[in-house]
Structures are given as C-alpha cells and as structure tokens.
C-alpha cells in the first residue's frame, strides 16, 4: 500500500520533468491536470447517476465558461511558441520588436532591422579599434544578433552559434537575421568551438537563457574551448549582466569571471557600460590600432573612440571549473534586481504581451 502512491509520485517527476514540461506550454500541463483531477473525482464520487451527472455539468459549465470567453491576444504579441520548455515570443511595440526568452529581453531591433541596445556598439567598436585587421568573428548566442550588422559593415565574416533552432527561425523571420544557412549554425556553442574547424580573429560569447549566463561557457574549460577557436592574436569577447549598476562596481559573479578570465588569457580588459560588464581576453595587447571606427548607430553614422576605463575594485571571487561552478549561486542577488528592474521598465502593452496565455 505504501508502494502504490509512491510509485505514483516517481512517475509524475519523470513524466513531468522529462516529458510534459519540454514539450508542452505551462497552461496546457496545468490544463492536463485539471482534467486528470475532474476525472478522478468523477471516478471516486461513488455510485448513483445524479452525483455523477452533476460533476459532469459542472466540469462542462466551467470549462465552457472559460473556452467560450478567452482573452484576446495582444496586438504587440506576434510570435509565442515553446522550446524545450523555454518560452519564446517576439513582440512588437512602437516600431521596434523584442525577442524575450522566459520574459527576459534578449534582443531588440527597431523598425530598420538596427539594433536598439547600446552595449552592442560599444562591443564592436572596441573590437574593430583594437583589430582593424578582423576578417571573421564567432557569435555565440543569438541575443547579440544585433552585433552582426555592425561587424558586417567592416568587411567582418560572422558565424552565428544557438542551441535553439526555434530561436533562429524567428530571428529571420521578425529580427532581421540575413545570414546564409552555412553560417547559421544550431548546435550548443561549447561543442561548436571545440570542434569549427575554422579560427576566427573574434569570439564573441552573449549566451544567455532567459537572464541567465551559460555556465558552461564561463568557466576555465569554456574559456579554454572559446581560446582554442580564436586565430593568433584573436580577441575573446564576452558580455554579461555581472555589474551593480546602482554602485558602481563588478558584483560577485563579474569577479568570478574575471578570475577566470585570468587563468586562460594573459590580457584581461572590462569595460562597463550603461547597461552590461563587457570582457575582452587576449594573448596580445588590447589597446587601439586606430583613432576611430565609423559606425551606423541607430541609423545614423557615428564615430566612436577608444574610451578610457575606470578602475573597478574587484571583489573576492573563486575560479570557474567544470568541476566548482558556483556562478548560478554568485549572481541570484544581482539577477533578481533585474528582474524587478526589467518588468517595471516594460510598458503596460509589453507586459500584458508577455504574459498572455
């Protein structure tokens, strides 16, 4: 007796963990249970026709009541699909449309195909001052898609890396993604690097699920397969989320990747933006080879220049292994800020997009 239910119990785990989670949405599952639940009540309620047929009608009125009145799909709302039990949509408000992956922003582009987030300018430029010989770069996560128009414009050869081919199909179809198929590549980005044959002169890592890093790529290990991908001379670079932007300095999780930034390249250089902590990881110096680089920053052509870097007080953080990886830990303070920062800053119409079931 004492079996049975456990049994039962095991069985959910697996079938939800493993089957129902990854491939239908949340809603559904809820809505799978809801009627697993009628129909066991319906079952239990013991004999006689009348208590019987009243839970029929009610389970009826109810779920009619509910189908026969859904709420209207938002005008913004124009893509929500499921990947692997990630939720993707694509919305759309005035003029510009956002990729949001578990209602975390991902990518923004405006009504041009540009790319409306500043830290991707910065990311660039300081690429192109430093290695104005670049001819091909590694992008490594779709959320900096809007960095590939960028390089392109100096003559830079780019392969874009996603685990998610769903992610992929809606970047070229609402984002502006324009890449040939052999340079678009669906594969998860750490097995990609270790195994391209190719060496790019730039690797450029913005991999994020929802708000949070890849792991797997922020440590020694990763770090190493990303340096191996790189030709003599290469620049890594590397955005995060990993700065306390109220105090101005790296919080725990940037100091842990700085750390083991250190352990793979012999140049480490971060720079704070007004929105990210930015890496750059090299073998050679990384400073400017040339006073400016032309960019078309939002639609317009703009000059940017090498800027100084302040100092950062760096705190104490431990290496990242494959074996101790505790950057999920290090950066849950920091990621529930943003959170809380990122869904007040959405307006009304973007919020009622991306929760509408």
């Known amino acids: ?62 779920g009619g009541f509910f189908l026969a009145s859904p709420k209207p799909r938002p ?11 990630r939720d993707l949509r694509v919305v759309s408000h005035e003029g510009s449309r956002y990729l949001f992956v578990d209602q975390a922003l991902q990518s923004t582009v405006n009504a041009q195909g540009r790319t409306e987030e500043k830290y991707l300018y910065f990311l660039a430029s300081r690429l192109i001052l430093a290695r104005p010989q670049m001819k091909s770069a590694a992008l490594v996560g779709l959320g900096g898609a809007g960095v590939i128009p960028l390089l392109r414009e100096h003559h830079v050869d780019v392969d874009c890396v996603d685990p998610s081919a769903h992610a992929l199909e809606l970047a070229r179809a609402h984002l502006g993604l324009s890449l040939p198929d052999s340079q678009v590549h669906a594969v998860e980005g750490r097995f990609f690097l270790q195994s391209h044959p190719a060496r790019f002169d730039s690797v450029i890592l913005d991999v994020f699920t929802g708000e949070r890093p890849t792991v797997t790529l922020a440590t020694v290990e990763g770090l190493t397969a990303a340096k191996t991908a790189l030709a003599r001379g290469g620049i890594l670079a590397l ?31 971060a720079v704070p933006t007004s929105e990210n902590l930015l890496f750059f990881a090299s073998d050679l110096p990384i400073q400017p080879q040339r006073s400016s680089a032309l960019l078309t920053a939002f639609d317009v052509p703009r000059h940017f220049t090498w800027l100084p870097v302040p100092a950062l007080s760096w705190p104490a953080a431990p290496v990242l292994t494959d074996e101790s990886n505790p950057l999920g830990t290090l950066e849950i303070a920091a990621l529930e800020s943003l959170r809380q920062s990122l869904r007040t800053c959405y307006p009304p119409s973007v919020r009622d997009a991306l929760v509408w079931e």
């Open 239 to 269: 955005n995060t989320w990993a700065f306390d932007q109220d105090r101005r300095v790296p919080n725990p999780a940037g100091a842990a990747i700085y750390a083991s930034l250190w352990q793979v390249f012999s140049q480490v250089l």
């Open 1 to 62: 007796i004492h079996a049975v239910p456990m049994a039962g119990a095991a069985a959910g785990v697996v079938v939800a963990g493993f089957f129902l989670l990854p491939s239908y949405r949340v809603p559904t599952v809820l809505a799978m249970l809801a009627g697993t639940l009628a129909i066991a009540a319906f079952l239990s309620i013991g004999p006689g026709f009348r208590k019987r047929a009243a839970v029929v009608a009610l389970a009826i009125v109810t």
């Open 75 to 85: 005008k913004e709302l124009l893509v929500a699909k499921s990947d692997d039990g």
